[in-house]
């Protein structure tokens, strides 16, 4: 058994300052204003259109993260719908494999330091239920039917795309104070690491 902490991986390789001059050159179309392009006029531009609640024109710019976390925190994320996913499958992987390590990773869950009893308990837990999945698959079990005892601390991988504009919205929820905590200790960071990379488009954002 395994336990590790969350962790992302911004699958593209961003050059902000092209995106957003290629965000003016699409929103331009609309107001027809192509003629007011220059070297550094995309920044303001985009500004302008954030503030007017123009955000359809930031559709057309895409971003790919590898979000590794528990399996409850993407029960969160698969619920933004202007999306696309491609998540690790507990019905087609055997985690009593070699290529696993023949045994279950889990997501340390923050609300626990590791000396406490509730930390304990959980582990104690986690530890049980990979003996059994273990000894399902032992006594002929597939992977899907013995994955029915996986619990939501189970380790997974999911690959998240979505454009600017839904970026921002899962932002906005998911660093809320009131979005989960698990949540929040992936979406916070990962904010703060598109700010380092996308320009203007998620400085208001603030959690």
């Known amino acids: 058994m395994r336990v590790i902490e969350p962790w992302f991986e911004i699958l593209d390789e961003i050059k902000g300052e092209e995106m957003l001059k290629r965000i003016e050159r699409i929103g331009r179309v609309c107001y027809k204003s192509e003629d007011k392009i220059t070297e550094d006029s995309a920044v303001k531009f985009v ?37 696309s996913y491609s998540q690790e499958s507990t019905r087609y992987c055997n985690y009593s494999k070699e290529k696993f390590g023949k045994e279950l990773t889990f997501v340390k869950p923050l609300y626990w330091e590791e000396d406490c009893k509730e930390y304990k308990l959980w582990l104690d837990t986690m530890q049980n239920i990979e003996d059994t999945y273990n000894k399902l698959i032992e006594m002929g079990a597939e992977a899907q039917q013995a994955r029915s005892v996986l619990p939501n601390s189970l380790k997974t991988e999911i690959v998240v795309t979505m454009n600017l504009r839904e970026w921002r919205h899962f932002f906005k929820l998911r660093t809320a104070k009131r979005a989960h905590p698990q949540m929040r200790e992936i979406a916070c960071p990962l904010l703060e690491a598109f700010k380092k990379v996308v320009p203007v488009i998620f400085d208001d954002i603030e959690y």
């Open 47 to 83: 500004g302008n259109i954030l503030r007017s609640g123009h955000e359809s024109v930031i559709e057309h710019e895409k971003i790919s993260v590898r979000i590794v976390c528990d399996r409850g925190v993407t029960h969160e994320v698969v619920r933004h719908r202007i999306a």
